[in-house]
Structures are given as C-alpha cells and as structure tokens.
C-alpha cells in the first residue's frame, strides 16, 4: 500500500463550505477512483470528500485551509483538481 | 340582543420581514401532503421500495433542476448531492434490514440529520434543515403513493405554513399571492426564491389564529399579517399597495422612455452587466446600449484563463443581445478586492494602491492578448469598445494601443478577420481626471466608485466611512465636472458607469456636472431615467 498523497488550499469563499461549494466539491471528488478524505486541520478529523452530509458537517469557514488526502491511481489529478476548485472559489465551469 | 354568531376580531401577527410586498385575500392553511403509514412487508420490499422512491425522486431533482437556473437550481443540486449520498440512506437501510418500514425507517435516518442541523450555531445551517425536510417529504410522498403536489391557490391568496420546502414553493404559482409562515428563515432558499420571484413573504410570525378563507393582510416588507383586519386598516392597506403598484408601474414605464430632461436633452442611459447570462431577462430597448460589460468573472470560470475561443462567445453573445447597440467591454479589472488567483498579487498590502487593473494586464502580457484577440474579432459582429480600468498615466494607454496594435497586425497574417474598435479608458484614478487632456483615448467613463475613494482617502469597503464615500462630495463632483469639460473639449463621448450613476438621488449633481451618459444597474434603469426627466438645472 502506498502512502496517499496530500494537499492543501485556503478556502476564501465569503460563507465557508456551504451547500454550493459542498455540492461541487463532492460531484468533483466522485469522478475520481481514488479514496479522497478532507479535513479543515492538518490532523483532521479526515472525512470522507465524497460524501456530502459528511463535508457539510465540518462547517468549515471562510479561511480555513482545507486539507485534502488521497490514495488510489489518479490521486494526483484528484488533489489537483480538488485544489483547484478550491481555488477559483467554486466557479461555474462555463462561461 | 344581538346574534351569538358575530365575526370574530381581527389579530395582528408581527414576525419578520422576508420578501417586500402586499397582498390581501383569503388564507389559504397548508395541508399535511403525506398519505398514511406503510404496512411494513419483508426486509426485501421494504428494501426495494426505498431504493425505488430515492430512484424517483433523484430523476424527479434531475429534471427540475433542468428546468431551473440560479438559487433554485442550487438547492435542488443540494437535495439530489444528499439523495445520492449513502451517508444519509445508510442508516435507513439499516434500520429496514432489522425490520423497520420503508416509510419510518427513511424519516428517522433523515430527522435525525435535521436535528443535527436545527442545533448548528449558523443561521445560515439551521435554514437548510428545511432543504431536508424537503427531499424526506419527496420521497416520502412516493413510499406512500401520494401524488406530486400541484396546489393551485385562489387569487391573491395568502399561504399560512409553520415553513414551507423549496419543492413546493417550485410547485405554486405565486403571481399576486403571498407567504406568511409561524417559523422560517429569512435565509432559506424558499426566502431567497421569494425575493427573486417578487413573492411577499413574512416569517416568523409564530401560530396564526385564522381559518381557511379568512381575509388577510399580508405586508411582507414589514413581516406583518392582519387577520380579519377592520375597515380602517384595509383602507389604509389598499391606499399603500395602490401607491406601490402606481410606483412600480411607473418605474417600468419610465424604463421604456427615453430620458428627457425639461429642456428636451437627451440623456443616455445603457447598463452594466457581469455575466452575458443576465441579460436573458432584460428587454434590450430599455436601454442604449451596454455601457459597462465586466469581464471578471468569466476569469474565474473552472480550467485556468478563459482561452480566445470562451471569450470571444461571451462577447459576441453580448453584440447580439444588444442588437446594433454599443457594447463596452471592460478589459480585466483584477486586483484590488478582485483578485484571480494565479493572477493577482497574494496578500498584497493596501491591494486598492497595487497592483491592479491595467497594471496587471501590462505585467501579463500573455493574458492580455488573448483577451485582445477575441475583443479584435468579436468587433466584426457589432459596434464593440474596448475600455481599460484603472488608467493612470499616459504611458498606459500608449502601451495599450500598442498591444491592441500589435494582436491586430498578428491575426491580419493569420488571416483572421477582425476590426480595431475604439480604445478607451476609465477615469477612477484622480491622476487620470486632472490631466486627461495628455491622454490618447477615443472616449471616456468615469468609474465613480474606485475616484470617489482615491480622492477622499477613504477606502469603500472600510466599515464607518460612509459619510466621506460620498458621490456628491464637493471635491468629488468638481473632479466630474473638470473630467466632463476636458472630454467636451476634445470632443471625446463621457459616461459615468460607477454606482453613483444608479442612484436616483444622485443623479442630479451628475447631470448638473455636466454628464448626459450614465450606464447602471439593469434593475435602476426605471428610476434613473424618472430622475433624469423633467430635470432643469437650478438657476
């Protein structure tokens, strides 16, 4: 077993992780293989990034600097585009 | 003796105010819209009829939210992420496979999560318990062979609910009807929906004493509801929603004029618009012409910079909106309280005085002339302008044109039809106000919000400095005046396109300033031109 690869971001959207973010961070997280968990500290709590009860109930505010971990074979590009998302606050992919 | 049977008195309910708006009608209380309890069959069809109502329910979402844009999609997005999520079926499952009905075993697993919400800290959590209690109750509705909900209410009906879920907000049709609810939040997604429909809405107004079909009075801006109001109240009810009604009517009438001032002058008034997707709702012959188009947020759109190809439809779905209208398009406004990044500057000190605007464009040449490029075609489709932020010295534009110049003459080898629009400039930097004449630009709009703080030394997000961000500051409205002159002089057009365009108390000082083109906000069109009509300047 390899050792998951990690990352982390600052999540500067104005209200935190709310429903919108939470839904988008979760559908990302969903098209990727690979076990993803996100915590709002560098020792967690990890939870599951995949599940969207569980991301809003870290409640995480405007901020916080997410930490996300994965493990599988497209982790990379997992954590890649989670941070990204993070990144551009959530934005809607078309114009 | 008097009858026993008399009518009984009227009651006043104060809540909150959620959504501005009057109504008067019947009250119309909300039913319970699920059936009776399941029969509990074995684990197995216990098992299979939940997974067959979660699976009616997600298609059921999926199509909604095909139908919906904005806020109302987001909260479906919501109740279709906590469909598909195991998180919250788990349990229920769970609980079926001990022998549980479908029915019970799907309302404990999700009123559990509710509780949890309702305990949060956040208004903002507490208000999605309700998006919750939305989705338990649709698929709820299916376990027990209840239909869909399509309750058509009698004109200008009152609704009266503890709450009521976004999905049956979706379901009604609310023209002229109102919303009075004993709990709610005016952070709701329904509150939300209300707003952006126009529906009043009062909440919080604890248990309301009435019956169906009792008249009330709802007034959504106080968060008030009468019932059985008494003849004086009504009059003066009826007398406030004629005034409203006569004001909105008017609003949207003068929307429709073109702005004439008492000496028969006309004054220009075109829009300012962020994203092309707002103008889908707006009736282009309101206005002349898009006077502000803000290119930021498609900056922020998902995979990196938005390449020439993404730009260039945006621009052209602008031109055609507007329909042979002039379109200025505002090159990259980054920086400051806008930032991008991989773009901007990270945790600049004093951001306002940075590294901003066309500062940013200059340093980025790479980024600017893609944007360049799609502006040089797009100008092909229709009458397009190109307009650069944050100009301070002359050097600027001339680096600017250059660029322009040189992204030209690149899709002339490419043989890639295109056309130079005309190049100008912002002026919100006092720099660029007291010397525009050394400017080499074709026109000019003043960008009332970014002047107003650099001439007062008062930042306009600084809370407690409200008195000094003022547009009609003498300082402030001088510099207007002086800009405006220099413009005329060298017969260069001048618009404003700040908030303090939009500000119908504003507008005054602006035209006696000297301005006849100001660009705002689609929704203060109406009451920027009633300002602007019949205005004489004072003697």
């Keep these: 077993m390899t050792a998951p690869c990690t990352a982390s971001v600052l999540l500067f959207h104005e209200v935190g992780l709310h429903a919108r973010p939470s839904v988008k961070l979760t559908k990302l997280a969903k098209r990727f293989a690979s076990q993803i968990e996100v915590a709002p500290a560098p020792d967690g709590p990890w939870i599951d990034a995949k599940s969207i009860v569980k991301v809003m109930a870290v409640k995480a505010p405007k901020d916080t600097v997410l930490h996300f971990r994965a493990t599988g074979e497209d982790a990379d590009r997992a ?17 | 003796m008097r009858p026993a049977a008399r009518s009984p008195d009227k009651v006043v309910h104060v809540g909150r105010p959620a959504s501005p708006g009057l109504v008067l009608g019947p009250v119309i209380i909300d039913q319970a819209r699920t059936g009776p309890r399941r029969v509990a069959g074995d684990p197995a069809t216990e098992r299979a009829a939940l997974e067959a109502a979660l699976d009616e329910a997600m298609t059921a979402l999926g199509e909604l939210i095909a139908a919906h844009t904005g806020e109302a999609a987001d909260m479906l997005e919501f109740q279709l992420a906590l469909a598909t999520d195991e998180t919250l079926s ?28 309702q305990t949060a800290e956040e208004e903002y959590f507490r208000a999605r318990a309700a998006d919750l209690a939305d989705l338990r109750d649709r698929v709820l509705a299916r376990l027990r062979g209840d239909a869909e909900v399509s309750a058509v209410l009698p004109e200008a009906a009152i609704l009266v609910a503890d709450d ?36 009043p809405m009062a909440i919080g107004l604890g248990p309301v004493d009435t019956t169906d079909g009792d008249l009330a009075l709802l007034d959504g801006e106080a968060g008030r509801l009468v019932v059985r109001p008494d003849p004086g109240e009504r009059a003066a009810f009826a007398d406030a929603r004629g005034a409203l009604e006569r004001r909105r009517v008017a609003v949207a009438a003068a929307a429709r004029r073109p702005a004439l001032t008492a000496s028969g002058e006309r004054v220009q008034v075109m829009i300012n618009v962020a994203d092309p997707a707002e103008l889908d709702g707006i009736d282009p012959a309101i206005c002349d012409g898009i006077g502000l188009a803000r290119t930021e947020l498609m900056f922020h759109a998902g995979a990196g910079l938005p390449d020439e190809a993404a730009q260039l439809a945006a621009y052209r779905r602008l031109l055609a909106w507007a329909a042979g209208r002039p379109v200025v398009v505002r090159t990259l406004d980054a920086g400051g309280d806008k930032p991008i990044p991989g773009y901007t500057v990270d945790n600049e000190p004093n951001s306002f005085l940075g590294m901003r605007g066309v500062r940013l464009s200059l340093r980025h040449p790479e980024v600017f002339r893609v944007q360049l490029r799609a502006l040089l075609r797009a100008a092909t489709d229709g009458d397009i302008r190109i307009m650069v932020p944050m100009v301070a010295i002359p050097g600027e534009m001339q680096r600017v044109r250059g ?19 005309p190049l100008g400039m912002m002026v919100e930097v006092p720099a660029a106000a007291l010397a525009l004449e050394h400017f080499d630009t074709d026109f000019v709009s003043i960008g009332s919000n970014d002047l107003i703080q650099y001439v007062m030394a008062a930042s306009r997000d ?42 119908p108390a504003v507008v005054p000082a602006l035209l006696a300033a000297g301005l006849r083109c100001l660009s705002v906000a689609p929704s203060a069109v109406g009451a920027v031109k009633q300002a602007i009509v019949g205005w004489e300047p004072a003697r």
């Excluded at chain 2, 019970?104 to 999700?110: G, P």
């Excluded at chain 2, 000094?468 to 260069?492: C, Q």
């Design chain 2, 462 to 503: 600084a809370p407690g400095l409200g008195d000094l961000t003022d547009p009609t500051a003498p300082a402030v409205l001088k510099l207007i005046a002086m800009t405006v002159a220099t413009a005329e002089a060298r017969a260069i057009p001048i618009s404003l396109c700040g908030d303090a365009g939009g500000d």
């Design chain 2, 90 to 117: 788990e349990p229920a499952f769970a609980a079926i496979a001990a022998g549980a009905a479908a029915d019970v075993a799907w309302t404990d697993a999700v009123d559990a999560l509710i509780a949890d919400y």
């Design chain 2, 403 to 421: 660029l322009l110049a040189e992204a030209a003459a690149a899709l002339g080898r490419e043989q890639i039809p295109h056309r130079v629009p």
């Design chain 1, 79 to 95: 954590l890649a585009a989670l941070v990204r998302l993070v990144e551009t606050d959530f934005a809607d992919e078309a114009v």
């Design chain 2, 164 to 199: 009521i879920t976004p999905s049956r907000f979706l379901s009604t049709d609310w023209t002229g009807r109102g919303i009075a609810l004993a709990a709610g939040s005016a952070t709701s997604h329904v509150a939300m929906l209300a707003r952006a429909r126009g529906v």
